[in-house]
T-cell receptor, first 111, second 114 residues
Framework: GDSVTQMEGPVTLSEEAFLTINCTYT??????LFWYVQYPGEGLQLLLK???ADDKGSNKGFEATYRKETTSFHLEKGSVQVSDSAVYFC??????????WGAGTKLIIKP | EAQVTQNPRYLITVTGKKLTVTCSQN?????MSWYRQDPGLGLRQIYY???????DKGDVPEGYKVSRKEKRNFPLILESPSPNQTSLYFC?????????????FGSGTQLSVL
């Protein structure tokens, strides 16, 4: 069945470091892919999305490219800030439009 | 302000005592959904609703009930809570259910069943 696998956290980085959070998926067809972010004590909010192969989603300095050949959607940011500390979830939309979620990756940025 | 409102934020209860977690959205969204979030498991869908009076099971529906009598409200009911239902619960909504629709989430309800 459909699934999403994310790298385990927590990921701890210093401010201004380069960030990569890996996400790979298994799905039939060509699902839409999403990254959501959850700040402490809050609900999730959409960070970026990509709907077809080779699409690049971007928002707030974060980017992710839909790679069909490697079934991946890795999240990247060139220079992280303390305010980026949060839990990041990768997700895909199944053919019935319901979301399948990864386990989440906690990101800690130290000043 | 556009929002999804869940209540309560925190709830401690005992095994077997019926409870309801409320969810309301003010965006006229057709689609609503309930998730539970557990460490290492991400979010798992409990139930969802495509519109008024239309509900369907998600991946982990056992022990839960929902209803959708009005478009704005989608309460989650635990008729006889058990300790394995201790979790963080989120309600979410969107305009419709398509391939690209963005979900709006409530702030969550932390439930502890003793």
């Amino acid at each position: 069945g459909d699934s999403v696998t994310q790298m385990e956290g927590p990921v701890t980085l210093s401010e201004e470091a380069f960030l990569t959070i890996n996400c790979t998926y298994t799905a039939t067809g060509y699902p839409s892919l999403f990254w959501y972010v959850q700040y402490p004590g809050e609900g999730l909010q959409l960070l970026l999305k990509a709907t077809k192969a080779d699409d690049k989603g971007s928002n707030k300095g974060f980017e992710a490219t839909y790679r069909k050949e490697t079934t991946s959607f890795h999240l990247e940011k060139g220079s992280v800030q303390v305010s980026d500390s949060a839990v990041y979830f990768c997700a895909l939309k199944r053919s019935n439009y319901q979301l399948i979620w990864g386990a989440g990756t906690k990101l800690i940025i130290k000043p | 302000e556009a929002q999804v409102t869940q209540n309560p934020r925190y709830l401690i209860t005992v095994t077997g005592k019926k409870l309801t977690v409320t969810c309301s959205q003010n965006m006229n969204h057709e689609y609503m959904s309930w998730y539970r979030q557990d460490p290492g498991l991400g979010l798992r869908q409990i139930y969802y609703s495509m519109n008024v009076e239309v509900t369907d099971k998600g991946d982990v529906p056992e022990g839960y009930k929902v209803s959708r009598k009005e478009k704005r409200n989608f309460p989650l009911i635990l008729e006889s809570p058990s300790p394995n239902q201790t979790s963080l619960y989120f309600c979410a909504s969107s305009f419709a259910q398509g391939p690209n629709e963005k979900l709006f989430f409530g702030s969550g309800t932390q439930l502890s069943v003793l």
